[in-house]
């Protein structure tokens, strides 16, 4: 397997937050991303919290690029092609999506990890406010 | 601390991180007032498996402490995975029996995918897939034994996701006492009445050489057969008889005077609350 290649590709998986204030023009941005603290930004909470973030996006960029080693480019971006396309069968944004089509390709209905069992959006207490959370989902917000 | 936009992102199930940073703090705070914050239950445990001539006898103590203190004097550490693979499990009492029904609920969607019956190599495969996923944070080591179409197998798996498979295997804090016994008396292909013995004096020398442990002794013998789960196989922390007897008999002492007061109550209420001692 050529590994170089490999780590060309996850070099990027992990991003680092805080090196660029997330408000516009540069300026961090207390409204909505609350209170700056350097230790914040720089050091997780949690040494798992970042590797559990990406964690989906790393093992599916880890399949398709040996998909791509052994059966070459064309099957990774079919896949990636229905990978989009089931990932906008979403109901509106403050609803709960169930992602059945998602899953199916993912292969993630056929078994049962910690996230299926803790903290599921389905049952979590609070909606999102609809309005906003619909302006934001078009970039209006 | 709830920022703004945070709803607006898509909610994802699995562990939530937010109140790490806070109980960093708080736990900080404590130890400079002196309090310690509480800790997860452990089960302190002596767990061990061998493999003998039909199959794979499991073995486990029943206490699970927290910190000092006994939490439960009779708690089953054998937990099922599928119909001929068992799991012990030690570490913290939680992460074990959570690990291991998400395990077996796994195992049930494999086999009725694939259509066949589980291996015990596959139970130990997605095992340590998921211990090293949390990196040791879900703190549960495990025995995982069990018959398969290849044969009978015994797998430990640690907490960090590493595994070992061996024809006896010890784990939880009295897994020195119980691997000096299996050294000195283990044999390849014992016969069953033997091999349960066996187990049976691992299990007990952890029990008495080892804080953690106590209670009774479990034992689980699968075969090819099938599986025969002996909770409680044997109390060596039973009180024993008294020999003797300490009352005096009637009329030891003489009686010289008796008065009788009553005292007139009434019964108002009555009520009978059963406890679950089992």
Redesign the interface.
């Known amino acids: 397997m050529n590994t170089r290649g490999l780590r060309s590709q996850l070099k990027d998986s992990i991003p680092v937050a805080g090196l660029c204030p997330q408000g516009q023009y540069g300026v961090q941005d207390s409204?909505?991303?609350?209170f700056t603290s350097a230790k914040?930004e720089l050091l997780?909470?949690?040494?798992?919290?970042l590797?559990?973030k990406n964690?989906q996006l790393n093992q599916d960029k880890m399949n398709f690029s040996t998909l791509r080693n052994i059966q070459g480019l064309h099957a990774p971006l079919k896949l990636q092609m229905e990978y989009r396309a089931a990932r906008q069968i979403q109901r509106l944004?403050f609803l709960p999506s169930s992602n059945l089509a998602l899953d199916t390709l993912r292969g993630s209905d056929?078994?049962?990890?910690?996230?299926?069992?803790?903290?599921?959006?389905a049952q979590?207490e609070?909606m999102?406010?609809p309005h906003?959370?619909v302006e934001?989902?078009l970039g209006l917000? | 601390?709830l920022?703004?936009?945070k709803?607006?992102e898509?909610?994802?199930?699995?562990?939530?991180?937010e109140n790490?940073?806070r109980n960093?703090v708080l736990e900080s705070n404590l130890s400079e007032l002196g309090y310690k914050a509480p800790t997860a239950r452990k089960t302190g445990t002596t767990i061990a498996g061998i493999v003998y001539k039909d199959g794979v006898i499991l073995g486990a103590d029943t206490r699970a402490t927290d910190d000092m203190v006994v939490a439960d004097k009779n708690c089953m550490k054998i937990h099922y995975i599928a119909p001929k693979i068992y799991c012990c499990g030690a570490g913290v009492a939680a992460d074990a029996e959570?690990t291991t029904q998400?395990m077996a609920?796994?195992v049930e969607?494999?086999v009725l995918?694939t259509g066949r019956p589980p291996l015990v190599a596959m139970v130990t495969r997605q095992l340590k897939q998921?211990l090293f996923?949390?990196?040791g944070?879900v703190g549960s080591s495990l025995i995982v034994g069990g018959v398969d179409v290849t044969g009978a197998h015994l797998y430990s798996v640690y907490p960090h996701g590493s595994y070992d498979k061996l024809p006896f295997l010890t784990m939880g804090s009295g897994a020195a006492a119980a691997v000096s016994v299996f050294e000195d008396r283990f044999k390849p292909n014992m016969e069953l009445e033997e091999a349960k013995q066996l187990v049976r004096d691992a299990i007990a020398a952890g029990i008495f050489c080892d804080l953690g442990s106590g209670s009774n002794v479990d034992l689980c013998v699968i075969t090819e057969a099938g599986v025969e789960y002996l909770r409680g196989y044997d109390k060596p922390t039973m009180k024993g008889k008294r020999e003797g007897q300490y009352r005096y008999k009637p009329g030891t002492t003489a009686v010289l005077t008796k008065t009788v007061t009553p005292l007139s109550l009434d019964v108002i209420d009555q009520s009978v609350q059963v406890m679950d001692t089992e």
Do not use: A, V
């Open positions: 409204l909505r991303s609350g914040n997780p909470s949690h040494p798992l919290e590797s559990e964690f944004p056929e078994s049962i990890g910690f996230e299926d069992i803790l903290n599921d959006p979590s609070m999102g406010e906003m959370m934001y989902k917000l | 601390m920022h703004s936009l709803p607006c898509q909610q994802t199930g699995g562990f939530c991180f790490s940073r960093t959570i998400i609920s796994n969607l494999h995918n998921m996923r949390y990196q944070h």
